[in-house]
């Protein structure tokens, strides 16, 4: 571990999460904002639900996979910027009623979708009561898990209500590719699309069978085909980083010099199936990983001969695990 002379030295000033918080993440993306009217609402919003339920699930409720808190925030922001838009009923030429009403129907949808969705079964049994007694403008049937926004009547729907009573199989599909619709694969299958049309990046998980690589088929196969190029990537125990990088550089050209894009002047949206299959190494990291990880972050990898930087520019990713 460097010692405070040698951080000094290299111009590094280290702030603890435990010392900030997720207020200095809130007002950087309130600052950011498009939508300016909306910051004040969304400001009150967050201090009236965000503290009390970070609390609450951190001392109720157990997660089926530990989220940590910021992250939990920054799900958050991102539903908002990719739902709260005025194609789904939040418009300031509504009048100040409707608009703030949209806001924060949005607004609580994201937060059950985001803070609240990673906790099990039980968890959310525990979440639903006590959002249903800060919040009573939930109807009172079934959870809050199980409503989405209605944005014709400005209220909310159950999600059973988006499922069609005739559905029938089409005749000639293969077995292994009929997928029949229930409730979790519309309500997962709206938030996956919302989110990869906004281009932030999606991860699936949950246990083995319960039908990710099916909901991500499903969003896949509904992408417009002019605007989007698919590249699926089956990950295994034989995986490595090499393997990764030339699967996506096949599906990239050159723009500029060390800068690619997708083929065709499209988007490439890539998933990568089972991504926690690949092996670790001695040092109990998985390099296809590290490598997925150092493009979100940087957004170029190294050329493997030359050792220069490569810049892959207009490609979103889509995990399941």
Same mark, same amino acid.
């Given at each position: 571990?460097?010692?405070?002379?040698?951080?000094?030295?290299?111009?590094?000033?280290?702030?603890?999460?435990?010392?900030?918080?997720?207020?200095?993440?809130?007002?950087?993306?309130?600052?950011?904002?498009?939508?300016?009217?909306?910051?004040?609402?969304?400001?009150?919003?967050?201090?009236?639900?965000?503290?009390?339920?970070?609390?609450?699930?951190?001392?109720?409720?157990?997660?089926?996979?530990?989220?940590?808190?910021?992250?939990?925030?920054?799900?958050?922001?991102?539903?908002?910027?990719?739902?709260?838009?005025?194609?789904?009923?939040?418009?300031?030429?509504?009048?100040?009623?409707?608009?703030?009403?949209?806001?924060?129907?949005?607004?609580?949808?994201?937060?059950?979708?985001?803070?609240?969705?990673?906790?099990?079964?039980?968890?959310?049994?525990?979440?639903?009561?006590?959002?249903?007694?800060?919040?009573?403008?939930?109807?009172?049937?079934?959870?809050?898990?199980?409503?989405?926004?209605?944005?014709?009547?400005?209220?909310?729907?159950?999600?059973?209500?988006?499922?069609?009573?005739?559905?029938?199989?089409?005749?000639?599909?293969?077995?292994?590719?009929?997928? #029949?619709? !229930?409730?979790? +694969?519309?309500?997962?299958?709206?938030?996956?699309?919302? *989110?990869?049309? %906004?281009?932030?990046? /999606? @991860?699936?998980?949950?246990? #083995?069978? !319960?039908?990710? +690589?099916?909901?991500?088929?499903?969003?896949?196969?509904? *992408?417009?085909? %002019?605007?989007?190029? /698919? @590249?699926?990537?089956?990950?295994?125990?034989?995986?490595?980083?090499?393997?990764?990088?030339?699967?996506?550089?096949?599906?990239?050209?050159?723009?500029?010099?060390?800068?690619?894009?997708?083929?065709?002047?499209?988007?490439?949206?890539?998933?990568?199936?089972?991504?926690?299959?690949?092996?670790?190494?001695?040092?109990?990291?998985?390099?296809?990983?590290?490598?997925?990880?150092?493009?979100?972050?940087?957004?170029?990898?190294?050329?493997?001969?030359?050792?220069?930087?490569?810049?892959?520019?207009?490609?979103?990713?889509?995990?399941?695990?």
């Amino acid at each position: 571990v460097a010692s405070p002379a040698t951080v000094s030295r290299c111009g590094m000033v280290y702030m603890d999460y435990s010392d900030l918080g997720y207020r200095p993440y809130v007002d950087s993306w309130l600052q950011k904002r498009q939508d300016k009217r909306s910051v004040d609402p969304l400001r009150r919003l967050v201090d009236k639900y965000v503290p009390n339920l970070l609390e609450f699930k951190r001392l109720n409720c157990k997660e089926m996979v530990p989220v940590a808190e910021i992250n939990s925030i920054t799900s958050l922001c991102t539903l908002i910027d990719s739902l709260a838009t005025p194609e789904n009923g939040v418009n300031p030429s509504d009048g100040d009623e409707v608009y703030l009403r949209m806001l924060e129907v949005w607004f609580l949808f994201s937060l059950i979708w985001s803070i609240a969705a990673s906790v099990d079964e039980t968890g959310r049994k525990k979440i639903d009561a006590y959002i249903r007694e800060i919040e009573g403008q939930f109807p009172a049937k079934d959870s809050v898990y199980e409503y989405q926004v209605d944005v014709r009547n400005k209220g909310w729907i159950m999600w059973e209500e988006q499922l069609r009573s005739g559905w029938r199989y089409p005749a000639n599909a293969p077995f292994y590719k009929i997928m #029949v619709p !229930t409730v979790d +694969t519309v309500r997962y299958d709206f938030l996956v699309h919302a *989110l990869i049309s %906004t281009g932030r990046p /999606v @991860l699936m998980t949950g246990p #083995v069978g !319960t039908g990710k +690589t099916s909901v991500a088929t499903n969003v896949l196969q509904k *992408l417009d085909a %002019t605007k989007y190029n /698919v @590249l699926v990537i089956n990950m295994s125990a034989q995986t490595t980083s090499n393997n990764v990088q030339e699967i996506i550089e096949s599906r990239v050209e050159k723009r500029t010099k060390g800068v690619f894009v997708p083929i065709g002047g499209k988007n490439l949206l890539t998933f990568l199936d089972d991504l926690n299959m690949p092996a670790k190494d001695t040092f109990g990291s998985q390099p296809p990983l590290e490598l997925i990880r150092q493009w979100m972050d940087y957004g170029f990898w190294y050329d493997r001969v030359k050792q220069v930087p490569k810049t892959v520019k207009g490609m979103f990713l889509m995990a399941a695990t």
